[in-house]
Nanobody
Framework: QVQLVESGGGLVQPGGSLRLSCAAS????????MGWYRQAPGKQREVVAT???????NYADSVKGRFTISRDNAKNTVYLQMNSLKPEDTAVYYC???????????WGQGTQVTVSS
């Protein structure tokens, strides 16, 4: 019922920055919390950051102070500004969205972020 499309990934040098975007479409009226997850090769998918419709945020300890999640409710879009990138940030980054009174989670297709010199 909800489609999520990520963009903005790519190759960046250590210490560099990237800005990811995720646009939601379809049945977007009751979207609640949105977030970013990532999955590195051979590892479990982990939460990076989440944000409520009122911009209350939560971050993984590994990215605090470096990443900033934000959202534009009118555009049904969530962003992830990634600064001071490290090689260990390399992963496929996935957008996630939940809906009010539902346990169903929606996922984007993922966008590759590679941090390497």
């Amino acid at each position: 019922q909800v489609q999520l499309v990520e963009s903005g990934g790519g190759l960046v040098q250590p210490g560099g920055s990237l800005r990811l975007s995720c646009a939601a479409s379809g049945s977007v009226f009751t979207i609640n919390v949105m977030g970013w997850y990532r999955q590195a090769p051979g590892k479990q998918r982990e939460v990076v950051a989440t944000i409520t419709p009122y911009s209350t945020t939560n971050y993984a300890d590994s990215v605090k102070g470096r990443f900033t999640i934000s959202r534009d409710n009118a555009k049904n879009t969530v962003y992830l500004q990634m600064n001071s990138l490290k090689p260990e940030d390399t992963a496929v980054y996935y957008c996630n969205a939940g809906k009010y009174l539902s346990t169903v989670m929606y996922w984007g297709q993922g966008t590759q972020v590679t941090v390497s010199s």
